[in-house]
């Protein structure tokens, strides 16, 4: 799935708890680089069916309730860095970047239950922490922090 200008549909989800605290993850390969679990749409999949699936992979739950979604999608380039390396794998090869829908969601349960180590998933997390969302945003690596910014505002995290 791609859109006319070379963007891949995304999801963006934040995790929020009661002490106005959001769920970053430290990716595997970056150990300064944080996000909150995301990811592509698959063929027929919705957003909703994306996020839960998304969910499952990254942080090994998918018991949620769903609070908020932002009205506009977000859009972030891949660096030209980013984009060769990621060009030389064909299923990244049609993108320039990717355009993220934004989901607030709360956690069921408590965060002793999340597993970064998923069976039949890439693991793409290290670690996960609860932080403001302003202090996890300077440790989102550079090319996506202001698309992070702009979810976190559509969703009136900050």
């Not at 430290?26 to 995301?38: A, E, I, L, M």
């Not at 739950?61 to 977000?74: F, G, I, M, Y």
């Not at 607030?104 to 999340?114: A, D, F, K, S, Y």
Request: aromatic share 10%; hydrophobic share 30%.
């Amino acid at each position: 799935m791609i859109d006319d200008q070379g963007f891949r549909p995304n999801v963006g989800i934040v995790v929020c708890n009661q002490d106005d605290k959001v769920l970053w993850c430290q990716r595997t390969k970056g150990k300064n680089s944080w996000q909150f679990p995301q990811g592509g749409l698959d063929p027929g999949e919705t957003e909703e069916q994306a996020i839960l699936r998304e969910l499952n992979e990254e942080i090994g739950t998918n018991d949620v309730k769903v609070l908020k979604q932002s009205s506009k999608r977000t859009r972030y380039q891949f660096p030209k860095a980013v984009l060769k390396r990621m060009q030389q794998k064909n299923r990244w090869r049609q993108y320039c970047g990717q355009e993220q829908r934004w989901f607030l969601v709360q956690l069921n349960q408590g965060t002793e239950t999340l597993s970064l180590s998923n069976k039949g998933h890439k693991q793409e997390f290290d670690c996960f922490k609860w932080m403001r969302p302003k202090a996890g945003l300077r440790k989102v690596v550079r090319f996506k922090r202001k698309a992070y910014r702009k979810g976190l505002k559509r969703l009136g995290v900050i």
